[in-house]
């Protein structure tokens, strides 16, 4: 069994459908998927969490590939309001559902080991090349942060794929202190900064498994992150594997059409069946 945890509210619904796609096509392991969200309408009433319709189309994906995968989806808001609500990051550029994998280690249903993973990314070979790696001796393994290392810290982890070794950050409070962190200082990159500096132990990956920059022939994970363009001059590009034109019109990638063939299947049964 494949355990993988993603975060997030409804908006990052086709980010999950496009990721779960994509790791069906290469993995036949089953897998046991957690969709941890939480409500926070009452910091904006965008903040709507996933529900059991998405967890139900979802688990419908990964059954259709194993019979023996399941979907939990578990809801951490009133976790998340006694701990968080009222912390100096919740209006930073990203929203406060960032913040949700650091309550991993208090979600009991958790096992100790699991694969976290964003919703912007899209999966080329079989994830049990990176979930099988040994972590007991670390709080996780992670990729270099691609722009990070330069501007940052050379040791500076990416976020977005984090093998977690849940059972060693129950009983050393590693979560408990990046939370802390979270809450109390301002950051630019805070959930991201916090896993940096308060989880001492971390097994560094090689960059097939979050790849952030062009895919190469042995990636196994290629990361949608917000990437820095320097020509003709400065400027950002966060461009997300369900923008499709952008995706082929501007990056001219066109590897994984086959996996958005598949989610605009998906996205137009759901549009019809709510007609």
Known sequence: MINIMFCGNQKVYDGL???IISIVKHTKE????????ANLQKLNDDFVPLGEGERKRIEMIVKNANSNS????????EMFEKEMLNGTNMTTRYTPYIFLRLFADEITELPDKILYLDADLVIYDDIKKLYDIDVEKYDFA??????GKWFIDYKYMNSGVLLMNLKRMRENGALAE??????EKKMLLPDQTALNVKCKSKLYLPRKFNEQKNRRKDTVIRHFSMTIKFFPKFYTLNIKPWHI?????V?????????LEEYL???GEEIAWIK
């Open 17 to 19: 459908l496009i990721a």
């Open 30 to 37: 089953p897998l046991s998927i957690y969709l941890i969200t």
């Open 70 to 77: 399941s979907v939990k989806l578990i809801d951490i808001s």
């Open 142 to 147: 992670a990729v270099k942060d691609y722009f």
């Open 178 to 183: 990046c939370r802390k962190m979270c809450k």
């Open 245 to 249: 034109d952008k995706i082929h019109d």
């Open 251 to 259: 990056y001219k990638i066109n590897d994984f059409d086959d996996v």
């Open 265 to 267: 299947k998906i996205k």
